[in-house]
């Protein structure tokens, strides 16, 4: 390992007790995946700071208690615990003030309250070619893959580890002759879909390249030509989630691949797979647990966190309220303060729908009524709910699931 | 052998070889040191104590947590033998030794044919040291 001065400062106290505890691990870490040197860290992206148990807490409070501080812009993922809207956990009331020290223990350390999963979106937009420490598997790929910044798949604890020290391990997507494309996945016939079924679309391509390619990096041919980049962030999280998928390439969509070759760096990839229209309904049937027909008890919306173009996909299909079953739908706070600014929340409200911020509906105890199936399209909510809350899941459309809240069954555009 | 030592430590038990990845989060439950992720092949399998055997990582950062967690309740696995690193793995056996000084070791064979000899034995003994890895059968 080369250590630099200010390595050496860190491990010499300089910049604090901290800090040089914080090294240790990092140092730890960097040898363990064979990295040689550490690099400046432009920004943090912790997921610690959702309780998980009792080892949670005490890493964060041994920071506390020596006095650290971030030294870096680091933002948090989301919390056990909505903080603005305390009154909307229902869980264990232990769990929920273990869960909310965590979440407050954090900003002691100097973290950005953000407590959102989708920081990129309105509150720190990373860069092109940024070195960064993030976890949490969405915000992950959607780094590397949708903004071009490098970071590796880092786990709770070392983010936040990277933070406190500013540094981060040389390896692996950090360096450019790692972030090709070495597999492809090739879809044919669908680049002509519209809005709605383009969603759908990402999601059954992001479970493929989980399930299919694992962490090698796959460039995807084909995707409709109106994929947004809300649409991209459910594709990132459905790989993420079938599979320990950290970066993929959209051809013509992401910036490390304008075209093919460039994504694949010139050299051979193979097509591991091929993709039709009748391929991605089968793909995306196996997400649900449930026939149509069967009743809803809620729909949940927002995981990765809506954005606000999925706000303003949203809006206009309220008309229909009201809902036979309630619509869930997760946000970040900084979404969530545009929203009552421009009077958006308020209308939400109208029509029945509960906006949660600072954590997730598939994380924690939100939803009121789980004794029947639960909608949603996102295809990391219907891979997780499922083992984490006990209850069958029905996949479809942004349309789908609000006309099914409509109809309080599973219904299709 | 190619094996690489990622969390220091020694560990026996029995060898369980794991069918597909598995995300701590979501998929394993610290509280029982049971599998719980319904898509996985062996969802139901306790995993406590054993050596386990897995090829990679998969899924959720928030793996980390949940193995040190693990460690801490006693129900995770002795050992992780892996055929690929792991950082997230890596990382939650890490910060178990740190904060409570349990040893998980974890180790990568970098060996497919080596890995799966080794995940047919069915009792084993990990040496895990900073500058050799030992997986040998155990009576």
Request: hydrophobic share 45%; aromatic share 6%.
């Amino acid at each position: 390992m080369q250590l630099s001065a200010t390595d050496r400062e860190i491990i010499n106290g300089d910049h604090g007790r901290a800090a040089a505890d914080a090294l240790g691990l990092v140092l730890k870490f960097a040898e363990a995946v064979g990295a040689e040197r550490l690099l400046p860290c432009a920004s943090s992206h912790v997921d610690g700071c959702l309780y998980h148990g009792q080892a949670s807490l005490d890493f964060v409070e041994r920071f506390v208690a020596l006095e650290g501080r971030v030294k870096v812009p680091t933002t948090l993922s989301v919390g056990s615990v909505d903080l603005i809207h305390p009154e909307l956990f229902i869980g264990d009331a232990a769990l929920g003030a273990a869960g909310k020290r965590l979440m407050e223990a954090h900003i002691e350390l100097g973290c950005t309250p953000s407590f959102t999963c989708a920081p990129y979106q309105t509150l720190l937009r990373p860069r092109l070619g940024d070195q960064l420490a993030w976890a949490e598997s969405n915000a992950i790929v959607f780094a590397n893959s949708v903004i071009g910044a490098r970071t590796n798949r880092y786990g709770d604890f070392i983010d936040l580890a990277c933070a406190l020290t500013g540094r981060v391990p040389d390896y692996g997507l950090h360096r450019s002759e790692n972030r090709r494309a070495r597999a492809v996945v090739e879809m044919s016939g669908l680049t002509g879909a519209g809005a709605d079924e383009a969603g759908g679309i990402a999601v059954a391509a992001g479970l493929v390249v989980g399930r299919e390619c694992g962490d090698t990096i796959a460039a995807i041919t084909g995707l409709p030509d109106c994929t947004s980049e809300d649409d991209l962030k459910a594709l990132g999280a459905a790989a993420a989630s079938s599979g320990s998928v950290a970066m993929f390439h959209a051809v013509g969509l992401t910036p490390e691949a304008p075209d093919l070759e460039t994504a694949t760096g010139g050299e051979d990839a193979p097509v591991v797979i091929r993709l039709e229209q009748q391929d991605i309904s089968g793909i995306l049937a196996s997400l649900s647990t449930v026939t149509d027909g069967t009743p809803l008890t809620a729909v949940a919306l927002g995981t990765p966190h809506f954005s606000l173009t999925e706000f303003d996909r949203l809006m206009p299909m309220l008309d229909l309220a009201p809902f036979a079953v309630p619509i869930y739908v997760n946000t970040g706070r900084h979404e969530w303060e545009r929203l009552n600014a421009d009077g958006r929340a308020q209308r939400l409200e109208d029509a029945g729908v509960t906006v949660v911020v600072d954590t997730c509906t598939y994380v924690t105890s939100i939803i009121r009524d789980l004794s029947g199936a639960v909608m949603t399209n996102s295809g990391k909510w219907a891979y997780y709910a499922p083992g984490n809350l006990g209850i069958d899941v029905a996949f479809g459309t942004l349309a789908d699931t609000v006309l099914s809240a409509k109809a309080g069954r599973v219904v299709r555009a | 052998m190619s094996a690489r030592c990622l969390v220091q430590g020694t560990a026996q038990g029995d060898g369980l070889k794991l069918d597909d990845p598995l995300s701590f989060w979501g998929g394993f439950d610290s509280a029982s040191g049971k599998v719980i992720d319904r898509f996985h092949p062996q969802h139901g399998a306790c995993l406590s104590g054993t050596i386990l055997f897995m090829e990679r990582g998969r899924g959720s950062s928030s793996g980390a947590s949940v193995l040190a967690e693990a460690i801490r309740l006693g129900t995770a696995p002795a050992a992780l033998v892996l055929l690929d690193e792991d950082a997230i793995i890596t990382t939650g056996a890490l910060v178990a030794q740190m904060l409570y000084g349990i040893d998980c070791p974890v180790v990568a064979i970098r060996n497919k044919a080596e890995w799966q000899k080794l995940s047919a034995l069915p009792r084993l003994l990990v040496k895990a040291g900073a500058d050799k890895v030992v997986v040998t059968p155990q009576p």
